[in-house]
């Protein structure tokens, strides 16, 4: 007899999974919603899934890799992740994805939206089939705010300090503006952060979370009010270009620019 196919939704901490998971809340009774807890995770994340967990009404179950992230910095040598070495998503977000679901046939609902270039990094094994329903059904960022708006859920907390992406705090991904804004909100997960900066620099060939730049340097008071000075012109640039921004956007009350830009980010972390 054929195994009974599962419907896995996988929550990143971010507003298009949790809106994905409010879209199909109805049409699909025996959603598994699960989140892979890198133990590095913004507060802000924590509390949104509590959130979501209420608006759905049903628990989010929570994974983790069986090893930390140190454990696993220093099976690689001390050597920080970034793209071009993602042991982390492989290690503590895909891995422990793959071992909950084991080799049972298994729909994954992904929250990659109509307006977005990026393919995300997923799970290639066989018994997992990718979906995208927002992408099936056309919709945009516009929707997907619209949807948390309705719900009552809102938007993921750290958006309101100007943060684009849920994942780990120090995740290489993010843009220098944000990690001055990591500095201003969360100053000992910025040294914490930092810490491992330090580590990695001693002991490898001189990796950084920022490329060409140390936190050390980043957080310096001068420095960073050239990159605040600077996200501001480029903000101010774009929104004179930008015409007849749809109203559901403006009452968002958020800036997300980089949000339908091309990257290559994992959706499993940050979608
Ligand atoms: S959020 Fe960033 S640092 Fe964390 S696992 Fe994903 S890619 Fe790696």
């Known amino acids: 007899m054929s195994q009974p196919m599962r419907h896995i939704l996988s929550l990143s901490g971010g507003k298009d999974s949790a809106a994905l998971a409010v879209y199909l809340r109805d049409r699909i009774p025996d959603m598994e919603y699960i989140f892979h807890d890198t133990d590095k995770e913004l507060p802000e994340t924590m509390e949104y899934l509590a959130r979501l967990e209420a608006v759905l ?60 270039k990026r393919t995300g990094y997923i799970s290639t094994k066989p018994n997992i089939t990718p979906v995208y329903p927002f992408q099936e059904d056309g919709l945009v960022r516009a929707d997907i705010i619209q949807i948390l708006e309705e719900s009552g859920l809102g938007l993921p907390p750290y958006m309101e300090w100007g943060r684009s992406r849920s994942g780990c705090f120090f995740c290489f991904y993010q843009q ?96």
Not at 76 to 102: H, V
């Open 176 to 271: 220098r503006i944000e990690w001055v804004r990591l500095k201003q909100h969360h100053p000992e997960l910025f040294d914490e952060a930092k810490r491992y900066e330090a580590i990695s620099l001693q002991k490898t060939n001189g990796f950084t979370w920022s490329e060409r730049e140390t936190l050390e340097q980043l957080e310096q008071p001068e420095r960073m009010q050239q990159i605040i000075d600077d996200w501001e012109t480029k903000q101010a640039k774009k929104k004179a270009n930008r015409k007849n921004r749809p109203l559901v956007e403006t009452l968002g009350g958020y800036v997300d620019e980089d949000d339908t830009a091309e990257r290559d980010g994992c959706y499993i972390c940050s979608i």
């Open 57 to 116: 009404g049903k628990p989010i179950i929570r994974s983790s890799s069986t090893d930390t992230f140190d454990h696993w910095l220093k099976v690689y040598g001390d050597m920080l992740p970034s793209n071009a070495r993602r042991w982390c998503t492989r290690q503590l977000k895909l891995k422990p994805f793959e071992d909950y679901i084991g080799e049972d046939p298994v729909i994954n609902y992904i929250g990659l939206r109509a307006d977005e």
